[in-house]
Every structure is written in structure tokens, then in C-alpha cells.
């Protein structure tokens, strides 16, 4: 637990000083009863989880009496007091945030998109790599992390931390599509999670609906190591596209970038989920075992 006091009190202040508070404090992690919490899900940014499988939430959260799943999002921290990339500018042209805004108002669509599933929300006060040294330019936001970035091994030392806390939780993380946060969120939830038998891997969109080549080939090079089953699930129902497309409109600043438009979003995530079913649709997920 200390790794996170440690980055959620260091964070406090300078969050503190920009009018924002958390979904979830600290304090509430520490007292959530681990048997109330089903399903642990990293997102990498802040809109990761609820693109990628809003609706799993969704039914997570009604799998039980008092089952409420913990979205924990990694990059949360606003962009450092200094001269911004050339990606980091573009993007907060696009979404119509300045560097003081962007975290605040990203968090608060972060917060209203999990209460609409019906999860809690804890932030893991990590910097995105747009804000990141080694990160400058387009190239270097896809792949791999850049040599020396101290991000993966924080994040291993707070996923063991978060797993002492709710060690029966099922643990989601993502596939590992595209970014480079991506595939450090997914690459350490493999290395603390990958031989234990809950991990659980989603497929990351935008980007699979966007080119469906891209799972398909991290799927291949990760079974050089594990031995990844994708699950077999019910089709989602009406009810969990409907709370999962409304929640996704809550990212006000992230759809037109990402999408074009809330209607252009819809069409391309329940296109996408009938994809992957005969009826109803599905989110796409994997488990993860030791290769014997
Ligand atoms: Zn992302």
C-alpha cells in the first residue's frame, strides 16, 4: 500500500490546487470491504476501460448483491510546468482543453462514465506518456516503452499492492493495442498477474474497430509466452450496449477525436461488438495461462 499512499498523497496537493477531488479517496479503498469488489479493471487513460468493455462492467456490477467493480486508471496526473510535445498540443487542441484543464475535466468524465456502470473509480495518479520524457514524438506514443521510463516498474509495485487489498478480485487489464501506455499497463498486469490464473485480458478500442489486424497480431506475439483463451460469452444484452454507449458520451472531450460524433461512435463500437457474435454482440476477452 505504500507506493500508492505515496503517489496519492504526493499528488494531492497539486490536484488539490487545480479544484479536484477523486471519485474514490484513499481512505474508501482501504475500508471497501474486498468481497463487495468482483473485478479489478486497469485503464491505461482516462477512458480505456469503459471504450474497451464498458458493458463488461456493467454486468459485472450486477452480478451480485453489493458487487461493485474498481476502474482503476493509471495516467491521471495534469501535464508538467514546462513546454509540451507537438502530440501533447495537438491533442489538446482537439479535444478543446488547455494543459491546466485537461486532467480535471478528462477525470470528471472519467467519473460520471463508472458511476453509469456502476463502478468505483480510483486513480493511480501515473502521468501519460504525451507528458512523459521518451515520448515526444508520434512514433515514440506506439510499441514499446522507451528505454529508462520508470513508469512500468511503479506500476508493477501498485498492481501488487492493489492485489493484497482484493486478492479474490478478477483482474482486467488491456490487450495492449497501439499506445505505448497500453502495452505497459498490460505488459506489467502480465508480469504480476500472468501465472496466477485471474487475469483476464480485453481487447483495447478505439483501435481493434479501427483496424482488427491489430488484436490478432498481439494476440500472436503473446502466445509465444502464454497460452491466451479468448472466452466464450452470453451476447450483451439491449440493457448493457444501452449503459455502456451513454456512458461513453460522457467523454464530451474524447469522442469527437476519437469517433468524429456521438452517432459515428455508436455505429463503430456495436458494429464492432456484432463482429464478434451471431447475436447481440460481445466485448472481446482473453485469459491468461502459464505456457507448459
Ligand atoms: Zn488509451
Redesign the pocket.
Known sequence: MRAIVRAVTGAAHQLHSRRVSRALELDALERLPADRVPSIHFS??L??VILSEGATVARAAKSGRHQTPLVVTVATEAPPNRPLSKPARHFHREWKLSPEEVMGARLREERAATRRVGAHQVSLHQTDALYRDGYDTWPSLVGAAAPGDPQPARLRQQMEELEALFPDAVIHAPLGLV?V??RIVSDAALSVFGGSGKLVLYEDLPYAAKDPAVSAARVRELSQRWRLVEVPQAPLSAREMRVKLRAIDEYASQVPQLFGSSAEMRAMISGHAQNGAARGGVERLWTVEERS
Request: glycine letters at 0%; hydrophobic letters at 15%; zero cysteines.
Open positions: 491505461a487513460h477512458d480505456d499506445h501506455d497500453h
